[in-house]
Nanobody
Framework: QVQLVESGGGLVQPGGSLRLSCAAS????????MGWYRQAPGNQRELVAA???????NYVDSVKGRFTISRDNAKNMVFLEMNSLKPEDTAVYHC??????????????WGQGTQVTVSS
């Protein structure tokens, strides 16, 4: 069984920084694209940033220049460095991985999420 576990969320003041981490574990054969999504109360889940296995990235316009996504393929991890945080960044952040596990088909997996709250 594959699991994605996020860490690094918390409460931060506007203008502050946080670093989210996500570790994928289990019988993983290959991880393709990894990404971070967020969902605020009353809103739909939105893609924040994604990174391919080769390192190509894309970001939602609202976080460009403030957030940086990266990954460690050897450790099956993905990170999200968040700077200059704003109250509108408050949400539950979920890790996502498009991967193939041993003996199974390629599919998307989700983590449980980590709360990020930006408030003074």
């Amino acid at each position: 069984q594959v699991q994605l576990v996020e860490s690094g969320g918390g409460l931060v003041q506007p203008g502050g920084s946080l670093r989210l981490s996500c570790a994928a574990s289990g019988s993983i054969f290959t991880i393709y694209t990894m990404g971070w999504y967020r969902q605020a109360p009353g809103n739909q889940r939105e893609l924040v940033a994604a990174i391919t296995r080769s390192g190509a990235t894309n970001y939602v316009d609202s976080v460009k220049g403030r957030f940086t996504i990266s990954r460690d393929n050897a450790k099956n991890m993905v990170f999200l460095e968040m700077n200059s945080l704003k109250p509108e960044d408050t949400a539950v952040y979920h890790c996502n991985a498009d991967l193939m596990s041993v003996g199974a088909s390629r599919r998307n997996y989700w983590g449980q999420g980590t709360q990020v709250t930006v408030s003074s």
